[in-house]
């Protein structure tokens, strides 16, 4: 698919983005991939409204529809601690719940997500995904993140390319 017109802006409804998010979640489950399950449950819906009022998600239109949405934490969460233990870094920005809208996967739209926010963002990304999803982490590898390692857990640890850990 060529290069499409996103419209990629700071979300201000939350009941959209928990319903885009959940409905990725419901996909991932019938095709039996173990990802999200407690995001199907509603066990991040107040961390994503949070999220979404401190101005840290995004939600990407193709045509005026809602297609994705992404956050991009500029300090670590509980999470990204338990994943990458605490760090002091001010710099480096934490992806999560990318999340493409199950009728617009397979368009290249995911990648396209993926280098707008390394072309708007300087800082170091990281992200996490769990280790048996080998596509989403060939996903991410293809897309300018180097795998670093895995936590203890079982969870793949990317950061954008070309930058240096402390």
């Not at 991040?44 to 239109?61: C, K, P």
């Not at 992806?95 to 199950?102: D, S």
């Not at 617009?104 to 739209?109: F, N, P, S």
Request: glycine share 6%.
């Amino acid at each position: 698919m060529s290069k499409q017109a996103l419209d990629i802006r700071k979300a201000t409804d939350a009941v959209a983005v928990i319903t885009l998010l959940k409905e990725v979640a419901a996909w991932l489950k019938a095709n039996e991939i173990d990802q999200w399950g407690f995001l199907l449950e509603g066990g991040e819906d107040e961390e994503i409204r949070q999220a979404i009022l401190s101005g840290d998600t995004y939600v990407v239109h193709l045509e005026n529809e809602m297609v994705a949405t992404f956050t991009l934490y500029p300090r670590q969460s509980e999470w990204d601690e338990y994943i990458w233990g605490k760090e002091d870094q001010a710099d480096v920005l934490y992806l999560h719940r990318l999340a493409v809208a199950p009728r617009m996967m397979r368009k290249d739209l995911g990648k396209e997500i993926l280098h707008w926010i390394l072309d708007n963002h300087s800082q170091p990304i990281r992200l996490d995904c769990v280790s048996g999803h080998k596509k989403l982490a060939k996903f991410y590898a293809e897309n300018g993140f180097t795998l670093i390692g895995e936590s203890e857990d079982g969870h793949y640890k990317f950061q954008k390319e070309g930058q240096v850990l402390n």
